[in-house]
């Protein structure tokens, strides 16, 4: 069963980590652009999915926390991230490698 639960939480995290940024994104874009910026920010705030699930996540860890699995399905949701930022990094330095191949960026 644990091994199900680790799995899960790695496929919850994925998604709400995505979500997260994706929402910080907009809430960055919104700030950027001119007009009232109250009634934009408190829409992107308010209408997106990303704290809607977030508040669902936070739910289902707090009902799922006196589980045996909780442990695995909680080092599942953590390890999503960091997966993320550790292929992000490789990305980027696989776009910098080629663009010094191409003479684009000075080294």
Same mark, same amino acid.
């Given at each position: 069963? &644990? ?30 652009? &001119? ?68 003479? &684009?960026?000075?080294?």
């Amino acid at each position: 069963m &644990e091994p199900f639960a680790a799995i899960g939480g790695f496929f919850i995290g994925l998604i709400a980590w995505n979500r997260a940024i994706f929402w910080l994104h907009s809430l960055w874009t919104v700030w950027k652009t &001119e007009g009232n910026r109250f009634g934009t920010i408190a829409a992107a705030i308010l209408l997106h999915s990303a704290p809607w699930l977030l508040g669902v996540a936070g739910v289902l860890l707090w009902v799922l926390r006196s589980n045996a699995a909780f442990p695995y399905f909680l080092g599942g949701m953590l390890a999503a991230p960091i997966l993320v930022l550790v292929n992000f990094a490789f990305l980027l330095r696989r776009r910098r490698r080629a663009a010094l191949k191409r003479g &684009e960026v000075a080294p």
